[in-house]
Each structure stands twice: as structure tokens, then as C-alpha cells.
């Protein structure tokens, strides 16, 4: 058995509840377990951005919530990878972690299938007016459910505005549901790719004048901050959905809601938000046409543990000195100073 050096991981303070143990039931800790030289271990206080004092004794961090920026890499001489526990990658500094010669990961391809089937939970809710029957029920008004009649999805258009995993997982998920083909909005998708999947690449114009169902799924960035604004929901068809899973600051909030208080689409999903977390009841709680979730619509418990599993693989990987899988930096491989820390610390 070759002796390995340590190799400590450390988790972000949002992991943990105040007494210590865990919040969550299963993140994928089995993975580790026949790993001696791995050590799991939290960080000690919550803070974000991340401090580089948290960091400078740890070869690898998963984080959840905090930020990581080029102050956080500060003290990075023993750290060589910053996994999210998750996909979305904005509040982690790439460019940073490629100077400090530390890779960045995420766990691409764990949370498709828990987004793409809260999208369609969040669907069929919408269509089917669920809250508000729910209520007519609570509040004893059986006589007025004439008035709540819903739609179903078949023969209707869903629109994905980025076809990666989560987008894809979304297609074949509504595959069988009797709706027209797909269209979608994704710059950088192949059109070999469209064609294998089934669906119609077109531009965001198109997608939103079109689609009955718009599913935001692409990452943030310069790009796509601020890209569903005024001009761009009056393109909406007034029988439409906007559900939005991504990231709230693709959606110009302000924009949606006056939307909505207009009637210019049928209604929203919206999981994420421009400012979270959220302390006090959202404007949005006023229409009826809208559910909300506080940035967790996806979450199951398979979920998280196909996260955790994916995430902690590719740190053991990296410890075993083989490439991991979700790499952001790519080129961080290519650099002396990464090579030799990589070598110093797991060879």
C-alpha cells in the first residue's frame, strides 16, 4: 500500500448546524471513508468572501454558499482545488483561482435530473392553478373552482435558454408529454447536438415570442446578467411561463414585476433571486399566478448525496494525482507552479 501524504478537505461553515453536526443527511461523507490519508474537516466560522486564513491549511474546500475571491487565495501555497457543491460557479473567482494556481471544480451533470424535474413539477403546477386550488379547499369556496380552469403541456412550446446538462435532462425529461418539439436559445450548442436531442435552435427573440414555457437554465455571467429585462418579457406570449432555476440576476426583477402586475404572461417559478438569502416576504407573495422557493426547488435527498458523492471524487481523485472531473480552469494544468504543488503535495 503506498503511504499517501494527508490531504485535508475542508467544507464550508454552512454545512453545519451550531452544535456541529451536519445539516444535511447525506452529502456523500461514504465516498471517503476507505481513504485513510483524506481528512474531512469544517471551517471554522462563516464568512464571505471565504478569508485566506481559512484556507491556508487545507489542500482542498467545497463550498457552498461563500464567496471565493483573489483575497481568499491569498495564503494558497498548500491549496490546490475549490469544488462548489453544486454547478453554478459566480461566486467563485475563476481567473483568480487559475493565478493562485489552484484548480476550480464543480459537480457537472450531478443536479440535471433534480432541476429538470422540479422545472416540470413547477410546470404542471402552474398550469393546473395547484395553489390556487389548494386554497379553494382551505378556505371552504368549492363552487368557485369553474373559475380555475388550467391547460395541460401537450401541444405546447417549452423554450430553454442554455442547453447544457440541466437543459437537456429538461428535453428528454418532457419527452412523452405530448408537446411540440423544443426550441432553444444556446450560442455555444452544436447544431450536431440540436439535432440528436430533437429540438430547434433559434435566438432569444424567437425563443420568447414562440415558447409557452421559458426555463432559464444558463450559467451567470457578463453575458447573461440582465438578459430577460422589459423588451425582452413583452416578447412574452401573455399565456406563457417564465420559470427561472439559474441565477436572479438574469432576470431584471423590476422588469418581471411589472409584468406580472399587468398580466403580460400567465405567470412565474422563480427559485433564485438578485439578493438572497431572502429575510422578509417577497413582493412576489402578492400574486396568486407565482411560486416561489427560497433557491431550493431541486433539492432531495439524492440530490445532495449525487453531489456530494461527485464533489468529494474529484477531490480524491486529485489526491491520488489523476485529473478530476468538473475542471473550470483547464489551463491551471498547464502551469509550472500548479504542477508543482500538485507534486509536492500528493506524490
Not at 436572479?248 to 426583477?253: C, K, L, P, T, W
Request: aromatic share 8%; with cysteine.
Amino acid at each position: 500500500m503506498i503511504d499517501r501524504p494527508r490531504f485535508r478537505i475542508a467544507l464550508t461553515h454552512d454545512f453545519y448546524l451550531d452544535d456541529g453536526r451536519c445539516r444535511y443527511e447525506n452529502i456523500g461523507l461514504e465516498i471517503v471513508q476507505k481513504y485513510d490519508h483524506i481528512d474531512i474537516t469544517p471551517l471554522d466560522n462563516y464568512k464571505s468572501p471565504i478569508g485566506s486564513d481559512q484556507l491556508c491549511d487545507i489542500q482542498g474546500v467545497i463550498v457552498m454558499a461563500p464567496a471565493v475571491t483573489t483575497q481568499s487565495l491569498n495564503a494558497s501555497d498548500n491549496l490546490l482545488a475549490v469544488g462548489r457543491f453544486g454547478v453554478g460557479f459566480d461566486q467563485v473567482d475563476i481567473e483568480a483561482c487559475t493565478a493562485a494556481d489552484v484548480v476550480a471544480l464543480n459537480t457537472s451533470g450531478a443536479v440535471d435530473r433534480s432541476v429538470a424535474e422540479a422545472t416540470v413539477t413547477w410546470m404542471l403546477a402552474l398550469t393546473h392553478h395547484v395553489r390556487s386550488k389548494d386554497a379553494l379547499v382551505r378556505e371552504g369556496k368549492w363552487d368557485e373552482r369553474i373559475h380555475h380552469m388550467g391547460t395541460e403541456l401537450r401541444d405546447r412550446t417549452l423554450g430553454v435558454v442554455g442547453l447544457g446538462g440541466i437543459g437537456s435532462a429538461l428535453v428528454r425529461l418532457l419527452d412523452g408529454f405530448g408537446m411540440n418539439s423544443p426550441i432553444v436559445c444556446d450560442p455555444y450548442c452544436e447544431p450536431e447536438r440540436a439535432v440528436k436531442l430533437g429540438v430547434k435552435l433559434v435566438d432569444l427573440d424567437e425563443l420568447l415570442s414562440e415558447a409557452d414555457f421559458v426555463s432559464l437554465n444558463c450559467p451567470l455571467n457578463d453575458e447573461t446578467t440582465g438578459m430577460i429585462g422589459a423588451r425582452q418579457l413583452q416578447l412574452m406570449k401573455p399565456t406563457a411561463y417564465l420559470i427561472n432555476t439559474a441565477r436572479g440576476a438574469i432576470v431584471d426583477e423590476d422588469a418581471l414585476y411589472e409584468t406580472l402586475q399587468t398580466g403580460g404572461i400567465a405567470g412565474a417559478g422563480i427559485d433564485c433571486f438578485p439578493d438572497e438569502p431572502l429575510t422578509q416576504p417577497h413582493r412576489f407573495r402578492q400574486f396568486e399566478n407565482v411560486l416561489l422557493a427560497p433557491h431550493s426547488i431541486a433539492w432531495t435527498w439524492e440530490l445532495f448525496s449525487t453531489i456530494g458523492r461527485t464533489a468529494f471524487q474529484s477531490m480524491i481523485d486529485l489526491s491520488l494525482h489523476n485529473e478530476p472531473h468538473g475542471v473550470l480552469n483547464r489551463d491551471v494544468f498547464q502551469r509550472p507552479g500548479f504542477q508543482q504543488k500538485w507534486a509536492r503535495l500528493c506524490l
